[in-house]
Each structure stands twice: as C-alpha cells, then as structure tokens.
C-alpha cells in the first residue's frame, strides 16, 4: 500500500512538473534557452562575415570606397563607442534616479516623471538629435548626451516599476530583523528588482544603438556615415551595408545584456 502510495505520489509530482513548465513555456520564460544564446551571436557573426566578404568583392564601384574594411572596422568601434558611453551614462544616472523616486517626500514626483518619461519615449529620436546638435552644436560629445538623455527614460521607468513590484511584506521582515532602510534595499528590493532592471537596460541599449545611426547626420560617425552618404550618392549598397551592420551590432548587443541578465538575476527569481 504504501509503495502503491509513494507511486502515486510521484506520479503526482511529474503531472505538476510538466504543467509548471507548460505554463512557462505559455507566459513566457524569461531566461533565453541555450539555443538562443549560441544561435543569436552565430548568426550576427556570419551576416557581419558574409558583408565583409561581400565589401572585398570586385563588383564595387569607385563611389564605395568607404566600404574599404578599415573604414567598416573603424565606423562600427565608433558605433560602439557612442552607445556604450551613453549606456553607462544611462544606468549612472536613471538607478539613483528611480530609487529616489521610490523612497520618501520623492514618491509623491514618481507619477508625474512616469508621464513625462512616457512623453518623451514617444518623442522621435531624430527630433531629439536635431535639437541637441541646434543647443550645443555638431560633434560626438553632445550627440551622446541626447542618447543618454533618450535612453534614461525606459530605464528609470523599469527601475521604478521593478522595485514598486516589491511585496510589502519582504521589506517589512528586513526591517524587523533590524536592517537599515539602506540596508532593505541592497539586500532584498535591489536584488528582487533586477530582472525588471537589467530588462529596462537591455531595452534603452538596443533602441541608442539603432539611434546612433542618426550620428552621421551631426558629424558624431558610426556607422550611420554610411546610410548618410549611401542617400547622397544613392548607393544602395552602402545602405545595405550599413544597415546591416547596425542591425547585428544591436542584436550582438541584445545578447550580451540578455547574458547579463541571467547571470545576475538571482536564482529562485
């Protein structure tokens, strides 16, 4: 009998498994297979591959001499550049910013910053370029601040929403063991919040790289150079080109803060 028991159990067990990992399949779980995470950099690898092969082909015409591998190597580094500057910047200033907006006198301002962060991610990104180059003239320097200042919004509002996603009852229990209200949030809200986090981060990342595009326009490089000058020309190989390098850049960045992510979620979360 109690064997019959213990089977049955068992079997119990295996039938609530099975739906658990449906039920994750269905809603979406949140850390990537391992599939995605060789399949994603392998195809960015061979795209970018396959245009480097592409731009030392015979059939490029004289117009393309921007395609030389060197001006591609260089233009995609200064890409890079841009949004990561711009992305540290980003997490420098929306963290502090969404924590405050969560703590004392601050939460009474937190809807009002989400409106206005609402707003403005629906702003166009190139209006905000243009505008920024009109305030403080041409160059890299102020073309990041208008990334940073277009990448802040998704992140301060993911920090906020992640750590207003706290059960009440969690903080409560830090605080009656004694812990500090600084100490609550850097051992139990902060580490609660950081799938929310890093997700907003990951976002803010992927939408600067695919506006850093709109470098060329205000004398900042990248790679946007070649879609600026692929229309002066109309060259629509310097379009594809640089289209596509900015599209596996985006996406080789997706993955490594999607890596980040899981490393850095804890685990049970």
Known sequence: MSESRGGKSRTLDMEAGDRDRGAAMREGDPRPGRGRLVAQP??????????????????????????ANSDLIDGSLKHLFLTIIAAVLVILISVPLGVALTRGPMRRYSGAVMAVAGFGQAAPAVGLVVLGALIFGIGSVPFIGALT??????????????????????????????????????AVE????????????????????????????????GLGTYLTTGIKLGENSLLVV???MIA??????????????????????
């Open 190 to 221: 902060l580490p609660i919040a950081v799938p929310v986090m890093l997700t907003g981060v990951r976002t803010a990342l992927v939408l600067m790289c695919g506006t850093a595009a709109f470098g060329g326009l205000v004398g900042a490089g």
């Open 42 to 67: 392998a195809v960015c690898f061979v795209v970018i591959a396959g245009v480097f092969v592409y731009t030392n082909t015979s059939t490029i015409s004289g117009k393309e001499n921007l395609l």
């Open 248 to 269: 596996m850049l985006a996406l080789l960045l997706d993955w490594v803060a999607r890596v980040f992510e899981v490393v850095f979620t804890p685990k049970g979360l």
């Open 149 to 186: 200042v277009y990448g802040i919004l998704p992140v301060v509002a993911n920090v906020v929403a992640g750590l207003d996603g706290v059960d009440p009852e969690l903080t409560e229990a830090g605080r009656g063991m004694g812990m500090s209200s600084f100490g609550v949030l850097r």
């Open 242 to 244: 640089g289209a596509l």
